[in-house]
Every structure is written in C-alpha cells, then in structure tokens.
C-alpha cells in the first residue's frame, strides 16, 4: 500500500509530465526517410502505408497512389510492403441503398494492407497533422503513458515516490525499449496496451483491463496470456469462501473472459468485413520487395512477391501436418527436432546473444533473479511471474524458430510484451540494486544501439557482432532468422555440391554451409583455387559449419594457410581445440573431432570459434591472419533415418 507524500507525488508527476513532453518533441524532430536514407525495417512499410491511407483516403485498400504516396518520402518505395487479396467482404456503395454497403465479390481482385489495423488507425490524425513523425508521437505519447502507469502500479505496491520513478525508468528506458521509439510499428502500443490493463487490474477495474487485454489480443494472439491475472485472480479469492465463493469466482472470471473475448471477436469481424477473413495474416498473403502490385513495370498481386501465409499457429511438425503443406508454408519439421528446439529455446530466451532478456531487458532480468529465491511475497506478484512464465513457454512452443520476432529485430521486440510484468515483480527494499543493475547491463550492452536507434534498425545484426555480446550463445535455433544474417554474405554460403531442393537433387555427403557471425572474417571466397575464408588478423571469429543429415560429421577438418606475415591460429570445436603456427604461404592442418552438433532442419550445427593472433594487409588494404578452408571427415553411413 502505497504511504502518502504529496510533495514527493507532486515533484515526481512534474518529472512524468517532462519525460512525456521530450519523448514528443524528440518524435516530433525525427526525421524517418532522411535519417534511414529513405529505406523501411521490419514491417515499416506496411503500417506507414496503412496509416496514410487511413489518413488520406479513410480505408485500408491498396490502390497505386499510395504506392506513389510512399514514394514521394522514400524513395526505394516500400519494401517489405504485406498485402493479401480480399476473399469477399463488404463494399461501401452509396448507389445500393441503405445501408449503403454490398458484398464485394472476391473476384474483383482488391488488395488490402495484410497486417492489424489497431496501431495505423490511432496513429491516422497524427500522421494528418504531422505526416510521417505522426506514427513516432503516436510511439512516444504511449511510452510516456505506460511511464505514468507503471509509476502509479509500484506507487501502489509501497515505493516511494522517487524510488518508483528510479524503477519504472530503469525497468522501461534502460532496455532496447526506447529503440522501438523510431519504429512505425505497433511495438510500443502493444507494450502501452498491456502496461495499461495491468494497471486497471491492480487499480480494481477489471472490465476496463478486460477491453484492454481483448485489444492486445487483436495486435498479437498470445498477448492474451498475460491477462492470466486478470481472470484468476477472482478464483483466487473465491477459493478460501467455500462452494458459494468458487462459483462466485467462476462467474467473476468468465464475466472478465467474456469481455476480453467479444473485444478481441470484435476487432478481428472488422477484418472479416474488409477483406472478408478474420485473420489478416491468412488467405491469400504476400510480402513484396523490388516490385509492387500496380508499379510502372505493370506488375501484380500474382506476378510478384513471395508468400506469406500464417493460416495456424506453430510449425508443421512430421507425422500430422503433411495435409497442410503448400507453396505457402515453411517446410515439414521432425518432432523430435521440436522437443530439441524447445529446451534450448527455454535458455536462449533469457540469455540468448540476439534475444536473450539479459543483454536487452537487464532491469527485468535481475528483478527476476532476485524475486526467485524467496519468491512472490503477494498473490499480484505471483499472478503477474505466472503470466510471464506462461508467456515465455507460449512464444516458445507457437513460434519455436522466431521467437523474438524475426531477422530485422534488435532484441526481442515480443518481450516488450512480457515487460509491465515485471512492474510486479520488483522485490521491496530491492529497489535500488534492481535501477542500478539495470542502468549498468544498459551502458554494458546497450549504449552503442540506444545513441543510435535508427542506424541499428537498419543494420540489426550490427551490435552483437562485438564486445559482450559475443561471450552470449547465438540462438542456433533460429539460425536462418538472426538479425545478423539481414547481411546475405554471412548466411548459408554454401561449399561443395549443396544439391537443389526445388529439382530433388541431393546434396553430396561432406558438402556444408557456413554462416559467419561476426566480422572476423571476410566472408566466403576463393584463394589459391580453394575455397574458404580469410581471418581478419588478430580477432577471434566465431562460424557456424552446418552439415547435411546424410551422414555423421566425424571430424571437421581445417587446412591454415598463412598469410603475408603468417599467423597463429587456434580452433575450437566443442570442448576440442588444437593452435598452429604457420608462416607466409605455409600451411598446416588442424583435425577436430565433431560430436553430434545442434539439429536443424534435418541438418547439424557445429560451431567453430577460430583466433587469429597476427595479420598483415593483403594488396587490397584488408588486414588478415590466415585462409581457413573447412571440409568435413564424415562416418559410416546409418542404416536408416537421421543418424
């Protein structure tokens, strides 16, 4: 219960209110298209179009002058644009009478924008008044909100005034949060939503949170799976006033249930009247890059763009799925791959070096740690680690391969979600370790990309090819999906024949890909007619060497060549290593032996971590150590299934 200061509530709304007011002028001062070279991130495009048209034209149709629209700010039009092609809905029609609207046929081919309507739809008289810096005042105008909120939640929960201003600041700004600021993208809302139906929650207002969570629900399904307190809580307390009090408690929860339901129902039958299906992620779904529907090279909803079809929830496991396979979806994944992904996963999440809650959420990380060996001292703080924790293994086992929100993200944008959780979880009398520990994981991980978040939008991968990031395991279960790999010279080059799944032309037994993860090398290329790598000298480089399942990898076999000056190289592999000193032109071998590796998409993950101590320019001005060429010494073959 929080003890009354007016003085210190007083001085610490003032603070709130000037927090708000910066966080709009600096929105208000971004300039989007100028800053990123008139490029878009993650679904940028899709929800600038959308608001725009709202803005400009009251609808969420697709025609070619809001491709135009968009190109009059950046230039390289909207790449990453998501559009599906209407299945039927309704039309408005001044010519049918009242109620002035028919159903459209599915066949007249119209295009609408592919993604929710919540966050384009609020930021619509924004972007009116202000153009594009409308979506970031929109972003900053719900950050300060959940600021206040989040305030108000650890005032009622016995901080001080000032100590709960320390914390909600820690919790929320010295995290990768504030980076989503300059995003066009409804990560801060869902954020802002879901601190705000806590908050009604723990003030008693049950129905109003209700509205709340039926509305993150809409932005993102499994958002619902944080109004766990919400709807046990009434059980809860009805469970210690015998049959009378659990019935009531019953009624209590589905009353809440039913709310947070017709809210959600309500928001995607909007959908179903538009486009004619309720989930705007299903149908017919493409994303578009290069070409767009209706462009001057005449090009179509069926001429161009790749699918992007999300007709179910989770993967298409082996044994069960094949009836769902289409040109639209992802490949088959084996069942026990699954079980594998997911307890990795279970660490990866909170410790992960693109993901990990560690490295980008440090408040809340330590908040945590310091909570579990006592545990929740009352039923609000249980309730909200009972939410988290059933977040955490629900984004696991939905999207066990994208779990913190696809290759363009920094960080885990999906946690932004799980955050005003944490509001409740802050141990009392622990205050002060948790702002502090908080600010130091942020200056250690997370000031390069906090001074500069629209340059690390754009380059996602950047920051955690370095520093202390790199003492963090990389989420080799969602290898093709890090944010490093935007860059397509790191990812999957292939060495040897890699076959051809399109023609069913099978790869040979020792040819691999590699994946580079840090700028420690160059990338593939061809020296002295083989195939490899340059180390850059004197760095440590980390590679990731993924074999084919056709046969066990018995030992990865490393040929050091040395470069203008030679080099010392040392490799890892596991809990094997082996150094070699080699001198200009010269060049030896280094044999590790390989265990089973990770599993991945019926292939096998090795990680190989490599550590050049010399180097000298080549011709070219790059600095380097050694050329590494990689092949693989594989097993007897087995006699059935992946080995």
């Known amino acids: 219960m929080a003890v009354a200061d007016p003085s210190g509530d007083r001085v610490a709304r003032v603070a709130l209110g000037a927090t708000v007011a910066a966080l709009v002028l600096a929105a208000l001062a971004v300039d989007l298209a100028r800053l990123s070279g008139g490029q878009f991130w993650g679904d940028g495009a899709t929800y600038h179009a959308m608001a725009w048209s709202l803005a400009e034209d009251g609808d969420l149709r697709y025609e070619a ?24 809905g309704l039309e408005w029609d001044p010519a049918a009478g009242f109620p002035w609207w028919r159903r459209a046929r599915a066949e007249d081919g119209r295009l609408y924008y592919a993604k929710g309507f919540a966050y384009p739809l609020l930021a619509a008289p924004f972007v009116r008044l202000v153009g594009t810096r409308g979506l970031l005042v929109l972003n900053a105008l719900v950050m300060g909100s959940a600021l206040a909120l989040g305030w108000g939640i650890l005032r009622r929960r016995g901080a001080s005034p000032s100590m709960a201003l320390v914390v909600v600041g820690a919790l929320v700004l010295a995290c990768v949060a504030p980076v989503y600021l300059v995003w066009p993208t409804p990560e801060i809302l869902g954020f802002g939503v879901i601190t705000a139906a806590l908050a009604a929650w723990a003030a008693g207002r049950p129905l109003v949170s209700a509205v709340l969570f039926g509305v993150a629900g809409y932005l993102k399904p499994p958002n619902v799976l944080m109004a766990a307190p919400l709807g046990l809580d009434p059980l809860l307390s009805g469970a210690g006033e015998g049959r009378a009090g659990i019935r009531r408690g019953l009624a209590e929860s589905l009353r809440r249930g039913s709310v947070l339901a017709a809210t959600t129902v309500l928001l995607y039958g909007v959908n179903a009247a538009v486009t004619g299906e309720a989930n705007y992620q299903g149908g017919e779904r493409k994303t578009f890059y290069g070409r767009f529907p209706l462009d001057e090279h005449g090009s179509t909803f069926d001429s161009a763009g790749v699918w992007m079809t999300t007709d179910h929830l989770g993967p298409l496991v082996e044994g069960g799925d094949e009836g769902r396979l289409s040109a639209r979806t992802g490949p088959l994944r084996a069942q026990g791959e699954i079980v594998e992904s997911f307890g990795r996963n279970l660490f990866y999440f909170w410790a992960g070096r693109f993901g990990g809650a560690l490295a980008y959420f440090p408040a809340a990380t ?36 994208n779990w913190y929100g696809g290759g363009g ?6 946690f932004l979600n799980l955050l005003p959780a944490f509001l409740f979880l802050v141990p009392k009398g622990r205050e002060r370790l948790v702002a502090a520990g908080g600010l130091f994981g942020a200056a250690v991980f997370l000031a390069p990309v906090l001074a500069s978040p629209v340059q690390h939008a754009l380059r996602p991968g950047d920051h955690a090819t370095r520093g202390p990031f790199k003492l963090l395991p990389a989420e080799l279960t969602m290898l093709n999906d890090l944010s490093v790999f935007t860059e397509a010279w790191r990812k999957k080059r292939p060495f040897a024949d890699v076959g051809d799944a399109r023609t069913g032309r099978a790869a040979e037994p020792d040819a691999y890909f590699l994946y580079f993860m840090d700028d420690a090398t160059f990338g593939k290329e061809t020296y002295g ?69 990770v599993r991945y998409y019926d292939t096998y993950l090795h990680v190989l971590h490599l550590r050049s101590r010399g180097g000298a320019a080549l011709p070219d001005g790059r600095p380097v150590g050694a050329f590494v060429e990689v092949r693989l010494e594989m097993g007897p073959v087995p006699a059935s299934g992946p080995w």
């Open 409 to 414: 993200t920094v960080g885990n944008r999906y």
């Open 529 to 597: 007619g083989r195939d490899g790598f340059w180390l850059r000298g004197g760095e440590r480089a980390e590679v990731v060497v993924r074999a084919f399942d056709l046969a066990p990898v018995r030992s990865v076999v490393l040929r050091v060549l040395g470069g203008p000056r030679g080099d010392v190289v040392t490799a890892r592999l596991g809990w094997s290593w082996e150094r070699v000193t080699v001198g200009p032109g010269q060049e030896r071998t280094i044999a590790l032996p390989a265990g089973r590796g």
């Open 65 to 88: 002058r809001d491709l135009l629209r968009t190109r009059r700010e950046f230039a390289s039009g909207p790449q990453g644009l998501f559009l599906k092609r209407a299945s039927g």
């Open 366 to 401: 330590l908040a945590l740690l310091l909570l579990l060996p006592r545990g929740p001292r009352d039923r609000a703080g249980g309730l909200a680690l009972l939410a988290i924790v059933l977040s955490w293994l629900g984004y696991i086992a939905l999207i066990p391969d």
